[in-house]
């Protein structure tokens, strides 16, 4: 099984709509991330969490929420979807001042 | 931030062919990794190099954290290697990865 799992893979959705993200990880580490990649750019980050108590924000955090509800699982929200957000969302985990490891991705699309 | 910027931007080889990606840094990192993203979209993990040089088969990579670069060889390419290949770093003090926009490699029978 794979060690970084992103649910669901692909979502399609409209605008004004809630959508929740979730990634779970088997590898034990302690911090967390999300990105989101654009057509043509590298990844850029929205939010990271270092432990269950932290969460923090990255470089484009607004219109975007998460929840760290265990060591395992970081989720990331939508309040309301706007077609601006169409992209391809990854997760990624890490130990302390180490290598990070990503998720298979989750391409959304909101109309 | 850091701002990470990679060479060449796009690259079309024949099958067999050598090549050599850079990246440039802005500053001091403690975090570089090389990843290559498939067609599918699937980010594979190169490698995991804040300095000095690792191997693996056909494809090595050499940090010079002093000159704030970094360069991905790639040997005897196959059509598989044909992707989006990506340099990200975390410079001293900070989390996430900061991302280049990636090398297009197209390998070509």
């Known amino acids: 099984d794979a060690d970084v799992t992103q649910t669901p893979r692909n979502r399609i959705t409209k605008t004004g709509k809630r959508i929740m993200l979730e990634c779970s990880q088997t590898?034990?580490?302690?911090?967390m991330y999300w990105y989101r990649q654009d057509p043509g750019l590298g990844l850029r980050l929205i939010y990271y969490s270092f432990d269950v108590k932290d969460i923090n924000k990255g470089e484009i955090s607004d219109g975007y929420s998460v929840s760290r509800q265990a060591q395992a699982k970081f989720s990331l929200s939508l309040e309301s979807a706007i077609p601006n957000q169409t992209a391809l969302y990854f997760c990624?985990?890490?130990?302390?001042?180490?290598?990070?490891?990503f998720g298979p991705g989750t391409r959304l699309t909101v109309l | 931030g850091i701002q990470v910027e990679q060479s060449p931007p796009d690259l079309i080889l024949q099958e067999g062919a050598n090549s050599t990606l850079r990246c440039n840094f802005s500053d001091s990192v403690n975090n570089l990794q090389w990843f290559h993203q498939n067609p599918w979209g699937q980010l594979i993990n190169l490698f995991y190099?804040?300095?000095g040089t690792k191997q693996n088969g056909r494809l090595s990579a050499t940090t010079v954290a002093t000159e704030r670069y970094s360069l991905l060889y790639i040997s005897s390419s196959q059509t598989t290697d044909s992707g989006v290949y990506f340099c990200?770093?975390?410079?001293?003090?900070?989390?996430?990865?900061?991302f280049g926009k990636g090398t297009h490699l197209i390998i070509q029978p």
């Open positions: 990624a985990t890490s130990v302390v001042g180490d290598e990070q490891f």
């Open positions: 190099i804040p300095s």
């Open positions: 590898k034990g580490h302690d911090r």
């Open positions: 990200a770093a975390v410079r001293g003090g900070a989390d996430g990865l900061t």
